[in-house]
């Protein structure tokens, strides 16, 4: 998703993924930072598929709320 707004200078990106890990648990990664530079990442470990999507869902819609927009 992206996030683009000229006039308060705003070029963000904010990324979800959902994926196993070697332990049988599920991580939900987020990558986000500026449009064009490294940004950062953050993993959550869930016990299951459900938990994980259940805050990627959460996410997503505060996300677009504040206006992201996806790509």
Same mark, same amino acid.
């Given at each position: 998703?992206?996030?683009? /707004? ?8 904010? +990324? ?5 890990? *070697? ?14 530079? /490294? ?8 016990? +299951? ?5 259940? *805050? ?16």
């Amino acid at each position: 998703m992206h996030k683009i /707004n000229a006039e308060t200078n705003e070029n963000k990106y904010y +990324s979800l993924h959902i994926q196993p890990d *070697l332990f049988g648990h599920w991580s939900l990664m987020r990558y986000f930072g500026r449009i064009g530079k /490294n940004g950062q990442l953050k993993v959550d470990s869930f016990e +299951s598929e459900e938990e994980a999507k259940e *805050l990627y869902d959460k996410l997503e819609a505060s996300k677009k709320a504040r206006g992201y927009f996806e790509v």
